[in-house]
């Protein structure tokens, strides 16, 4: 962040806008950007912006009921990646200053702090800082076969990789490894990590790893994995576009890889 007021009280007249209204973001006549002129009657008087980026802000409003919205997912195919960028991590800002409002510990309000992205409790002065929930997301492979699951919320014949929460006190590779025993019931090796992502859904980073198989039977977790089996990496089923999932992008390239090992 550079110089300037980290949270001004009005929008600078060149700055860009992200409006939201609870988890969904408003529309500017179809456009994800407002400027200080067009948010300014929706925006009120004292409003509360958010530092997103250099001279881009985003605001929680509460009204505004009469103005057309969008869910932060439907946007995901329409937009750039550097539009992308901006609304996840406004999405997340909103997201963590709703739920941040009073302090923790003594209870009164929070207040944004002059010079870093930090909610302080005006009483206590606690400091809050934006939080980020860490995860893993595992491809396991075993040649020629990949290991992909649906679990009872999936796109009916919607396979993805497995994934999970790190628990405190966890290594990334120990929350791999678990995850797997508990989800599918298998042992894996030769794990490592390959690439990450921001998912704003609320606020996770999903951490990508491909993992050898080792040892085991595929059993699913009840209520948690409704199918789980072996694909061939030439018949697969549908799975997460690698566009927008690091799932998509781990399974594209390993399926890519194989195919180069083939040849
Ligand atoms: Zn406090």
Same mark, same amino acid.
């Given at each position: 962040?550079?110089?300037?007021? &980290? ?10 806008l992200l ?11 179809? +456009?994800?950007f ?6 300014? %009657?929706?925006?009120g008087?004292? =409003?509360? !912006? !958010? =530092? ?8 929680? &409003? ?9 869910s932060?997912?439907?946007l995901?195919?329409?937009?750039s ?5 901006l &609304?996840?991590r406004?999405?997340?800002l909103v ?9 923790g !510990? ?6 944004? *702090? ?8 005006v ?6 800082? %934006?939080?980020?929930?860490?995860c ?20 009916? *014949? ?9 628990e405190?006190?966890?290594t990334?590779? $120990?929350?791999?490894a ?7 019931? !298998? ?5 490592r ?8 859904? =609320?606020? $996770? ?11 085991g039977?595929?059993? %699913?977790? %009840? *209520? +948690?994995i ?21 799932a998509g992008?781990?399974?594209?390239g ?8 083939? $040849?």
């Open positions: 962040m550079t110089s300037g007021t &980290l949270f001004p009280g009005r929008p600078p007249a060149s700055a860009r409006l939201f209204r609870r988890d969904r973001i408003l529309l500017n006549g179809g +456009e994800v407002w400027s200080a002129r067009t948010a300014g %009657p929706l925006l008087e004292n =409003p509360q !912006l !958010l =530092p997103v980026a250099e001279d881009c802000f985003a605001a929680d &409003l509460s009204g505004a009921d009469e103005a057309e919205s969008r932060l997912r439907s995901l195919f329409s937009e990646d550097s539009e992308l960028e &609304l996840s406004a999405s997340q997201y963590w200053r709703r739920t941040h409002r009073f302090c !510990l003594c209870g009164e309000s929070t207040r944004p *702090g002059d010079t870093d992205r930090v909610l302080e409790c009483a206590c002065g606690h400091q809050f800082f %934006p939080r980020i929930n860490p893993v997301i595992v491809l396991v492979t075993r040649g020629g076969e990949i290991l992909l699951a649906r679990s009872a919320r999936y796109r009916s *014949g919607f396979y993805s990789c497995l994934a999970g929460f790190i405190i006190g966890e990334p590779e $120990q929350t791999l678990r995850e797997v025993r508990e989800e599918v019931g !298998l042992e894996v090796e030769n794990i990590y390959a690439q990450s992502q921001s998912w704003p859904f =609320p606020s $996770q980073l999903m951490l990508g790893f491909l993992a050898d198989y080792r040892s039977e595929i059993v %699913p977790e %009840p *209520g +948690e409704e199918d789980a089996r072996w694909f061939s990496v030439s018949d697969l089923p549908n799975i997460p576009s690698s566009n927008i999932s690091v992008k781990l399974i594209e390993y399926v890519r890889s194989q195919r180069k090992h083939e $040849q």
